[in-house]
T-cell receptor, first 114, second 115 residues
C-alpha cells in the first residue's frame, strides 16, 4: 500500500510569485485535505477536496486555491506569494464520506518565500 | 468554533521515566479526538484516536490516552519513554460539523528525552 506523497520536498520563491504543490493520496482514498504549518505552530486547515469538488475551506484568502484530479491526486496553488506564506504545507488523504474519517499525512513541502 | 489547548509547550523527561501530555478542547458536542507525532523534518503520524466507546485508548509505540468528557480533556501518556520518543506531539479534534475529518490542532508539545 502506497502512502501519501508530496512534491517537491523544498521550494524557494520570492514575493509575488506563484507556486504549485502536489499531493498523491493513499491508495483507495478519495479525499484530500491541505494544511499549513507555520514554524512553531500546529497545522491550520486550508481546504478539503472530495471527488474533485471543494468540500470545506478554512480561513485562507482566495489566492489559495486547489484542484483534485480523477485519480484523487491534488494540487495546492498559491498566487501572489507573501512572506507569511513561508511554512510547511501538509497534505492528508482519507476515505471520505464520514465524519469519523482518519487523515493520513504526507511528509510535507517546505515553502520559503524571500 | 472548536479550539484545542495543549497546556505545555515543552516537556523535558528522562529516559525510562513516564510522561503525560495534556490536551483540552472547547466543545461539549460530540467530538473525535486524535494525537499525532511529528519527528524532525517529517509529516504527521497518527498515534491514536478516540471515536467512541471505551474512554481509554491505546495507540502505537506504547502510548495511551484517556478521554474525559466532563473535563473536556484527552491527555496522552506513556509509562516509560525512549530517546526515540523525542518529537513534537499534536492533539487534534474533529467535531463532525464541517468537512469530513477536518482537524483543529493544538499548538503542539515538544518532548525532549534525555539519558
Amino acid at each position: 500500500e502506497t502512502g501519501v506523497t508530496q512534491s517537491p520536498t523544498h521550494l524557494i520563491k520570492t514575493r509575488g510569485q506563484q507556486v504549485t504543490l502536489r499531493c498523491s493520496s493513499q491508495s483507495g482514498h478519495n479525499t484530500v485535505s491541505w494544511y499549513q504549518q507555520a514554524l512553531g505552530q500546529g497545522p491550520q486547515f486550508i481546504f478539503q477536496y472530495y471527488r474533485e469538488e471543494e468540500n470545506g475551506r478554512g480561513n485562507f484568502p482566495p489566492r489559495f486555491s486547489g484542484l483534485q484530479f480523477p485519480n484523487y491526486s491534488s494540487e495546492l496553488n498559491v498566487n501572489a506569494l507573501e512572506l507569511d506564506d513561508s511554512a510547511l504545507y501538509l497534505c492528508a488523504s482519507s476515505l471520505g464520506g464520514t465524519q469519523v474519517d482518519t487523515q493520513y499525512f504526507g511528509p510535507g513541502t517546505r515553502l520559503t518565500v524571500l | 468554533a472548536q479550539s484545542v489547548t495543549q497546556l505545555d509547550s515543552q516537556v523535558p523527561v528522562f529516559e525510562e521515566a513516564p510522561v503525560e501530555l495534556r490536551c483540552n478542547y472547547s466543545s461539549s458536542v460530540s467530538v473525535y479526538l486524535f494525537w499525532y507525532v511529528q519527528y524532525p523534518n517529517q509529516g504527521l503520524q497518527l498515534l491514536l484516536k478516540y471515536l467512541s466507546g471505551s474512554t481509554l485508548v491505546k495507540g502505537i509505540n506504547g502510548f495511551e490516552a484517556e478521554f474525559n468528557k466532563s473535563q473536556t480533556s484527552f491527555h496522552l501518556r506513556k509509562p516509560s519513554v525512549h530517546i526515540s520518543d523525542t518529537a513534537e506531539y499534536f492533539c487534534a479534534v474533529s467535531d463532525g460539523t464541517d468537512s469530513w475529518g477536518k482537524l483543529q490542532f493544538g499548538a503542539g508539545t515538544q518532548v525532549v528525552v534525555t539519558p
